[in-house]
């Protein structure tokens, strides 16, 4: 966090604080327990817990379908993680594998001290926080995978000939959805004697 104000001139000061986090680690998942540890659906711990393998859509006798829906998401550009599963073909993904992107907030405040009468003082201040959204819409937020991961690979059957599972591929996965505030302004006054 960054934080500064300009000197007082004529009883009006500036101030602005810049808040920077690094973006949050998930993982890609299958939305069932297919490890066996009873740790998946209906646990406390949700249906994201198992890690999912990375499939290589050119994998001979792997269902067409299957296969077409693996190169659209890791070829989408707006798959914020398809780097990452590209670089993974063939293998278990990794925990907290992939990072949202970095979250930067500025806010600021306006101050304005009004002439004191007999000692008493007066005081406007106007705080705007996310102060970035307020020029342009785009920018001040971030855009982000919500949740700490998200699934990859739906289970839709097990196949016991084989004894192997079906899955259904997310085509939503790695997108991102706009998260915090737009902006928010807040006026106060302050008056001592």
Sequence with gaps: MLYGATPEIGGFQFSARVIGQSGSPW???VAQDINGDDVGAGSSFGNQNDLAFIFNPATPGLRQGFADSLRLVYNNPQNIGAEYLQS???????????RN???TQVDVRFTQKLPSIRGQKAELTLDVFNAA??????WGGVRIVPGANQTLLNVISFDQASREYRYRVNPNFGRTVKAGNRYQMQLGARYTF
């Design 133 to 138: 959204s307020l020029i342009n819409h785009n």
């Design 88 to 98: 993974t073909i063939g293998r278990i993904a990794d925990r907290n594998s992939i």
């Design 27 to 29: 993982s890609p998942t």
């Design 101 to 103: 992107p970095f979250v």
